[in-house]
């Protein structure tokens, strides 16, 4: 069960935050085409910017939507999940040591939790070097990457196959995470982002019932050593492709019926000493605001 939890766990985690970015991402987006081709108003036009994290302004009040919660829940999730892999996987016997797979996982998501410190410090305006919190974005995933590969030994030939998939999921990721480091404000990166992410989790999803089935019916009880539950396998995650692909496109939509509506969005319900871009946590139009 331990084991079973420990991938629906990261699953839900990264299925959150892919739709967190997706949704503001589309926003700001939506929004600097509306000002782009607003000709009857005069305001200022808002230029899109990509962010690596974004403010919690569903939450009421004037000073927690400015300070960097997504950071904080990061930082909070990797070190419950660290602490569970320490606790979960220690062994006493021969000699006190953490279980090897647990390790694997702690390795997994400390460049998650470091790039979270980073994230704050940015917030705090920290004198870093620009763009580094998409470089440690890319860090993050690359040692989520290398740890996954290499997660392979001693495992049925169903159990390495999703692993290989999802590390070549983690791979996309950390390509699109090495490109938004060069084009930060490329409206197509962040998508990729939030797109591979929503994969890592449907998929994180799919290996806990498909490794650790949660019934002894034989229509899902999967052969571990079968080739043609690899073949299956191979199928049902191209279907994850093209089904995480629509809920974005659906997404999309969605939020540009919300942000295109006066009703929901509207600049003018803002008070103009506090404009929504006063967070300025990771906004790369302007590098020298994020460091030296």
Not at 79 to 92: A, D, K, M, N
Not at 176 to 200: H, K, M, Y
């Amino acid at each position: 069960m331990g084991t079973f939890i420990g991938h629906i766990a990261p699953g839900v985690f990264f299925i959150f935050f892919a739709f967190w970015w997706h949704i503001h991402n589309c926003a700001r987006y939506i929004k600097s085409l509306a000002n782009e081709t607003d000709e009857k108003t005069k305001r200022t036009k808002n230029k899109f910017q990509g962010s690596t994290t974004y403010p919690c302004y569903c939450i009421p009040g004037k000073i927690v939507p400015r300070l960097p919660i997504e950071s904080i829940m990061k930082i909070l999730i990797t070190s419950i999940h660290f602490s569970i892999e320490l606790i979960g996987g220690y062994y006493s016997e021969p000699t006190p040591h953490i279980g090897e797979e647990n390790a694997h996982h702690t390795a997994m998501l400390f460049g998650f939790f470091l790039g979270a410190w980073v994230e704050i410090l940015v917030h705090c305006k920290a004198p870093l070097p620009t763009r580094i919190t998409q470089a440690m974005g890319f860090l993050a995933f690359a040692m989520e990457c290398l740890m996954m590969a290499f997660h392979l030994h001693a495992r049925s030939m169903v159990d390495g196959h999703i692993h290989v998939l999802l590390a070549l999921t983690i791979a996309c990721s950390m390509i699109g995470a090495l490109a938004e480091c060069f084009d930060p404000n490329n409206f197509w990166f962040i998508v990729a982002r939030s797109f591979f992410a929503l994969t890592q989790g449907t998929w994180f999803l799919q290996a806990a019932y498909v490794i650790w089935p949660q019934t002894t019916n034989p229509y899902f009880v999967w052969d571990q050593n079968s080739h043609r539950s690899v073949s299956i396998l191979t199928m049902c995650y191209a279907y994850h492709l093209a089904g995480n692909a629509f809920l974005l496109i659906v997404g999309y939509l969605l939020i540009h019926m919300f942000v295109s509506s006066p009703m929901k969005w509207n600049h003018n319900q803002i008070d103009d000493d506090e404009p929504i871009d006063e967070y300025k946590l990771i906004m790369n139009g302007n590098d020298e605001e994020n460091g030296v």
